[in-house]
């Protein structure tokens, strides 16, 4: 004789109800329909997704990318200054600004070219480049400003993969600043 089954927590209503079948998470007909549904609907937003990824182009990508890396520097920096100014981060809205501009492919996901800079400095004055450069040098080292200058025209090649991977990259980076 089978011993009869404790009652259950239903899945979706969170109604208790006993099991008619060991494997039995749902209680009524109506919360199998909703689970389906729900199911049903998961299932289309993964695969419009996966539609929507093989339709992107490269640029795309690529602005996806920017944007991703964008939010990992202004997430780095917001405890720092203005890479131009000196200006104070905290609690203010800031860019990503770059030494070098994006045009400079090889430097564009460089974190060592990118700071967090006020919306002044980066968009009013163009990046307040004079006074960028010996902030830079005074943050990371005259060495390494000096390799961003001599690899600035080096081209990077990128397919779709790479851009992908890079945007992993940066959003596992952000998930641990985040912690």
């Known amino acids: 004789m089978n011993k009869p089954l404790k009652e259950k927590k239903c899945k979706e209503c969170s109604n208790k109800f006993t099991p008619q079948r060991p494997l039995q998470y749902l209680c009524s007909i109506e919360c199998s329909i909703k689970d389906a549904r729900k199911k049903q609907a998961k299932k289309e937003k993964k695969a419009d997704k996966v539609v929507k990824d093989k339709l992107m182009t490269k640029g ?103 851009i992908k991977g890079l945007i992993k990259l940066y959003k596992l980076k952000i998930k641990e600043l985040q912690k």
Request: aromatic content about 12%; charged content about 25%.
């Open 60 to 162: 795309e990508w690529l602005n996806l990318a920017q944007k991703v890396f964008n939010s990992y520097v202004r997430l780095r920096d917001k405890d720092n200054f203005c890479i131009s100014c000196d200006t104070p981060m905290q609690g203010r809205k800031g860019d990503a600004s770059h030494f070098y501009p994006t045009t400079y492919t090889y430097l564009r996901f460089n974190p060592d070219n990118v700071h967090l800079s006020c919306v002044t400095c980066n968009q009013f004055k163009h990046g307040n480049l004079q006074e960028y450069r010996p902030r830079l040098i005074n943050k990371i080292g005259l060495k390494r400003v000096e390799y961003l200058d001599n690899c600035r025209h080096l081209k990077l090649e990128m397919d779709i993969n790479d």
